[in-house]
């Protein structure tokens, strides 16, 4: 008999890395005083990630073993007319395999960073701008609704942005982070144009899930 994934438990997913980065992000860096050190931090971001990679583990056990699912709606923040701005998640085979795929290459890099950038004055904004964008990736994959894949879509564009600037002192950097923003432009003009396809009903209403179900047999055969 099929089961129903905790809600609280999925929201944790994405939460878990985003407090981490908050608290990194705010406290760590001369924005919020310094308040906390290099150890903290990173100590706290990893923190966040493990805990996100526990919770997509457990439910991946339990989508793949019980057969449990999760498509609903946590909250609805704007309401205009027949349109309504939801907050929510989908939760199958798939989507419980990529949680555990993000989660787990976001543990490894931050592992790496401690060494990797123990020298650099940046230290602890890079750890916060890792796990932001371990929040997108979360984001954009347990998404069930177009506007929260969108916003997913553009959280990892703008933390990419930030990440291949993070040396913004150097030209090339600069370089690189421009070009970014510019290919990062031309796949939102696909994705809108994508999502205003379907909205307008120029594309058959399943086409999503056909295409979804199509990639989940090919993964799952």
Not at 19 to 42: D, E, K, P, S, Y
Not at 72 to 98: N, Q, R
């Amino acid at each position: 008999m099929s089961q129903t994934l905790n809600a609280t438990t999925l929201l944790a997913v994405p939460m878990a890395p985003l407090a981490g980065a908050v608290l990194a992000g705010i406290l760590g860096t001369q924005f919020g005083g310094n308040w906390i050190g290099r150890r903290l931090t990173h100590s706290l971001t990893i923190l966040g990630v493990l805990i996100a990679f526990i919770l997509s583990a457990s439910t991946l056990k339990s989508v793949a073993i019980d057969g449990a699912s999760f498509n609903e709606t946590l909250y609805t923040w704007m309401t205009v007319g027949d349109l309504k701005m939801e907050v929510g998640f989908m939760v199958d085979g798939l989507t419980a395999m990529m949680m555990c795929v993000v989660t787990f290459v976001s543990l490894m890099v931050h592992i790496y960073t401690i060494g990797y950038m123990k020298e650099d004055e940046g230290y602890n904004r890079f750890f916060a701008y890792i796990s932001l964008f371990t929040f997108s990736m979360l984001m954009l994959v347990m998404s069930n609704n177009m506007l929260q894949l969108f916003f997913g879509w553009e959280a990892v564009g703008l933390v990419s942005y930030l990440l291949i600037g993070f040396w913004y002192n150097k030209p090339t950097a600069i370089f690189a982070n421009m070009k970014a923003f510019l290919v990062n432009r031309v796949g939102d003009f696909g994705f809108i144009l994508g999502i205003g396809l379907l909205v307008l009903g120029v594309l058959p209403g399943g086409l999503m899930a056909l295409c979804r179900d199509a990639i989940q047999r090919t993964f799952t055969s």
